[in-house]
């Protein structure tokens, strides 16, 4: 059978935001997906990315954040990022039944689920499709401190040319966080996961993280 795509809204305090379930026939665990500042949820990294995990046996929700829905061009600030997150992580689990829920995604949306897992939002594990733990260039600033609080799994993705983390401090901070973490490099690729001389569309190159986040979805839960 082919997965179930489904257009859902969340309400959010005062507001509403919009998200997309995808589920396929047979489903070992959900993940919540959050998008980048600079995308919303119908990106077609993410698209491609919530795709290929429905063939890992894994359902998604992505959703977009309030900012992105209203159609304004600057982020969220955390609380009210923060607040989104709980409220989706609450319609998934509606969504998920008994099956393990996750949480992540791509950049700032996979940051913010990191600080509302630290401030005690429930999940079984978290997902980062290149974490952003500095702005480019400035690796002094680090956004650190709450990873060292969280206790559930945690998986980086991350191109080895990402300007918003240098490898030598991420290894460091991964290295720091201990054995819940893992860390994986994808060679020569940037924050988007591009890759010099490799030529493959955002859905394409979504889609190659799935393998990897699924494996270890599975292997933690």
Not at 134 to 140: D, I, S
Request: no cysteine; hydrophobic share 45%; net charge neutral.
């Amino acid at each position: 059978m082919p997965n179930t795509e489904t257009a859902l809204t969340v309400a959010v305090g005062d507001t509403k935001v919009s998200a997309i379930h995808v589920r396929p026939e047979k489903s070992f665990a959900t993940l919540v997906v959050a998008h980048g500042a600079g995308a919303g949820k119908e990106h077609p990294f993410l698209q491609g990315f919530a795709e290929a995990m429905a063939e890992e046996g894994v359902s998604t929700l992505r959703f977009n954040f309030p900012y992105r829905e209203a159609g304004r061009r600057f982020p969220d600030r955390p609380p009210a990022a923060i607040a989104t997150w709980r409220a989706v992580m609450e319609k998934a689990a509606d969504l998920a039944g008994d099956e393990p829920l996750w949480a992540g995604g791509k950049s700032f949306g996979g940051r913010m689920a990191s600080m509302a897992v630290a401030e005690e939002m429930p999940a079984a594990g978290l997902v980062y499709l290149g974490y952003p733990l500095h702005a480019p260039g400035k690796p002094e600033k680090l956004r650190d401190e709450h990873l060292y609080g969280i206790t559930v799994p945690m998986l980086f993705l991350q191109g080895t040319r990402d300007t918003f983390a240098t490898p030598e401090l991420l290894e460091s901070v991964v290295a720091r966080i201990g054995p819940t973490a893992t860390l994986q490099w994808s060679e020569n690729a940037d924050h988007s996961f591009v890759v010099k001389g490799l030529k493959r569309s955002a859905a394409e190159i979504g889609a190659s993280l799935a393998p990897a986040a699924a494996r270890f979805m599975r292997d933690n839960s």
